[in-house]
């Protein structure tokens, strides 16, 4: 018989998975087993350093993941079985993807004699996440399997960050192999511009040299490159304001004299007026969201464009840019930080405050009731914005953008491009398990709370110690506030039957308190704070409070509705092409 | 921008799905692909693909960085505006009988295209070229009656260097 190498490196798929992801530097997995994923399971023991926290829906499994990878800049693994399981971690993949976060997504498989027989719990799930991974995989044999994962975690990790897919066949997981890990990955069709063009950079120095009303509009990829330092250095040497897209909170420090808060549908009136007031707009690592830009057509209509990503995709697709650069957006800033000059604004900046002062868009007015404005300002009271707030999609979500002064980088993980409910719990979950030293709070709505409620149990198994608020108002919303703005107050079925969250909890056993007064709030949030372990607060608040300044469907960023109520706003009409 | 018809090019790896990964991009930004075409290229693992999409240019400029950004597209290029050598073939089945045959054939001639097979009361055009010499063909073929025909789409490459 020939040799067959080194005996004891020859190994199961099992374990060549928990060699590889050790390697990688995976210390946790969220997941939950299944018929297909038996053997991986069944390695686990040998591999004590691969931390497995049990999930109790696999959705829950790929938002923790997700959270996870946010709060560290490091992948997040989360594992499945065949089928149902697989098809469970969809919304939260789709979720990665459309916020660019790097999860490593594992799925079992049936054995490999049985793919394409429509065996028990086989579902093509590499064909069903196509849309939605940066890239996947179907392992067909062990012998390939340390290259697959050495590939995927490169793929998730670097350029625009996304998630990947790695499905195994329970026979490949059983299957022997001589284990090799690569040292390099050979990815002929992948690859990603790291440097910006010096030609573009210049162009763009000129202009923001030249510029009299410049404005950043801070992305997501800053906190991706981790340029906190570089926009910083940018914004004052050339005394340039800041607004940030909903995913850029957390970009640059939100006390900073010149941050003038989040633009968009609900952003800040005075970030919007800047937008559409601005001789020069420098985009940085951000994709002009519609959400973000309001109606594409009267966007900035004063301003050049300077568009800085990663993804040369992301140019010119929603909006008209001048000047793109294409690169890391921190090798973009260094290069373009050497070259401009020292500038002052002092009538655009002044002007800025001047709109400030006049727009003051996060006024919050005196009530008994508790207001959910109050309570997300009263947790950063608190915390002294020394937390990661974790957010779903809704309403809860765009008050704890507004009303939270988000002064630490990365402070902020939020469901954006895809508007999850139910990422909140998990995802909280995820960034605790990831950053323990932080204190992490959930801001659920009562509506995505039950989308993933069943994750107490799993933050109760962990003791892992998020601290979850609920801003309950007893409704959907976002969408009762869309229904009384543009559908005449007809709340069809957004009002909500509710259970007890306080018992709930408590079932789970997890102390909770409910608060129903305003002058109860700040004292809960201390005992929330004091404890040591996961601690939940229903509160219950004003149940048709809006959220505002908003920018209704279809308008430009120049129409800003402010408080107080506006009249009942006309329907939008059938066939209209705004994204509402 | 102008709706015309767009030749891009992809040189893919050879590996199962790919085509899937292709297609489903075109499927998802809205775009219906009126050609495609694979085939092994000259190098080992490596295809070429050929895919004929109508659309303005600033949609397609849109989706092809979208393709490029798929691990296993190598290289893709919108070759439409530059200097490209474009072919197709397609096979005709006519109906044709004695009174008929020769006029066929001399059309066929004229065509420089091929009689491949020959059946008592058909004949099997086998016929290469561009778009509109193919559909010329057919057109003129369309008064004895086509039984069947089927087209490969556009292969193209540009002429000249290497693109």
Not at chain 1, 27 to 45: Q, R, T, W
Not at chain 1, 248 to 256: D, M, V
Request: glycine share 8%; aromatic share 8%.
């Amino acid at each position: 018989m020939l040799a067959r190498g080194d005996p004891f490196m020859r190994k199961t798929g099992a374990q060549i998975l928990c060699e590889s992801l050790i390697r990688e530097g995976v210390e946790v997995i969220f997941g939950i087993l299944g018929g297909a994923l038996l053997p991986i399971y069944d390695a686990f023991p040998q591999y004590p350093q691969l931390r497995h926290i049990l999930v109790r829906h696999e959705q829950g499994a790929a938002h923790a993941a997700d959270g996870y990878a946010r709060a560290t800049h490091k992948a997040g693994v989360c594992l499945a079985t065949s089928g149902p399981g697989a098809t469970n971690l969809v919304t939260g993949i789709a979720n990665a993807y459309m916020d660019s976060s790097p999860v490593v997504a594992i799925t079992g498989q049936v054995a490999r004699p049985f793919i394409g027989k429509d065996a028990f719990q086989e579902a093509d799930i590499t064909g069903i996440m196509l849309p939605i991974t940066k890239h996947n995989y179907l392992v067909t044999d062990a012998a390939g399997l340390a290259k697959t994962v050495k590939e995927a975690f490169y793929i998730a990790q670097t350029g625009r960050p996304g998630p990947v897919l790695i499905d195994i066949p329970r026979d490949v997981q059983q299957e022997e192999a001589e284990f090799v890990y690569p040292d390099k990955v050979d990815l002929p069709g992948y690859r990603f511009i790291s440097r910006g063009h010096l030609a573009q950079i210049e162009k763009a120095t000129k202009l923001i040299n030249e510029a009299e009303q410049p404005l950043i509009i801070a992305g997501r990829g800053i906190i991706i490159s981790q340029a906190y330092d570089e926009l910083k250095e940018l914004a004052e040497k050339a005394q340039i304001p800041v607004v940030s897209t909903l995913l850029g909170i957390g970009a640059f420090p939100g006390n900073h004299v010149l941050s003038f808060g989040m633009l968009g549908m609900h952003g800040m009136a005075y970030a919007n007026m800047a937008v559409q007031n601005a001789d020069l707009i420098i985009a940085i690592g951000m994709r002009f969201d519609d959400r973000a830009t309001a109606n594409t057509k009267d966007f900035a209509p004063y301003a050049r464009i300077i568009h800085i990503d990663i993804d040369p995709a992301e140019i010119g697709k929603n909006v008209r840019v001048d000047v793109p650069i294409v690169g890391d957006v921190k090798n973009v800033l260094k290069a373009t930080n050497k070259k401009i000059d020292c500038r002052n604004h002092p009538d655009w900046l002044f002007q800025l405050e001047q709109w400030r002062y006049e727009h003051p868009s996060l006024e919050i007015r005196q009530n008994d009731e508790v207001l959910p404005q109050y309570v997300i300002h009263q947790i950063c009271e608190a915390t002294q914005g020394d937390a990661i707030v974790v957010t779903g999609v809704g309403q809860n979500q765009m008050w704890a953008a507004q009303h939270f002064v988000y002064t630490k980088p990365n402070s902020l993980i939020s469901a954006g491009g895809l508007g999850t409910m139910g990422f909140e719990l998990p995802a909280a979950m995820g960034a605790k398990v990831g950053r323990p030293e932080e204190v992490v709070w959930c801001i659920a709505g009562d509506g995505g709370f039950q989308m993933t409620i069943q994750e107490l149990a799993t933050i109760a198994q962990e003791k892992i110690a998020v601290k979850i608020a609920i801003i309950n108002n007893g409704y959907l919303g976002m969408v009762r506030q869309w229904q009384e703005l543009f559908y005449q107050r007809r709340y069809v079925d957004t009002k909500l039957w509710n259970p007890d969250f306080v018992k709930i909890a408590e079932a789970y056993d997890i102390p909770g308190i409910r608060v129903k007064r305003r002058d109860e709030v700040a004292p809960a949030i201390y005992k929330a704070m004091d404890y040591a372990g996961p601690f939940l607060i229903d509160f219950v608040v004003e149940p048709e409070e809006d959220v505002y300044p908003m920018v209704p469907p279809g308008e430009s960023l120049a129409k800003v509705l402010e408080m107080p109520k506006p009249e009942i706003l006309e329907t939008p009409k059938p066939g209209a092409v705004s994204n509402y | 921008m102008s709706n015309t018809k767009h030749t891009l090019i992809a040189l893919v790896e050879d590996k199962p799905g790919v085509l899937n990964r292709v297609a489903s991009l075109f499927r998802r930004r809205g775009f219906n692909i009126e050609g495609i075409a694979v085939g092994r290229s000259e190098q080992p693992g490596l295809s070429r693909m050929t895919v004929v999409v109508g659309g303005d240019s600033a949609e397609v400029e849109q989706v092809r960085k979208q393709l490029d950004k798929l691990i296993n597209v190598v290289r893709v290029s919108d070759i439409t505006e530059e200097d490209i050598v474009a072919r197709e073939l397609a096979l005709i089945k006519v109906n044709a009988t004695a009174s008929t045959r020769s006029e066929i054939i001399q059309i066929v001639d004229i065509f420089r295209a091929n009689i491949v097979d020959v059946a008592a009361d058909s004949l099997t055009v086998e016929v290469t070229g561009d778009e509109d010499k193919i559909n010329s063909l057919f057109e003129l073929l369309r008064r004895f009656g086509i039984k069947e025909m089927t087209r490969t789409g556009r292969v193209a490459l540009t002429r000249g260097g290497i693109a």
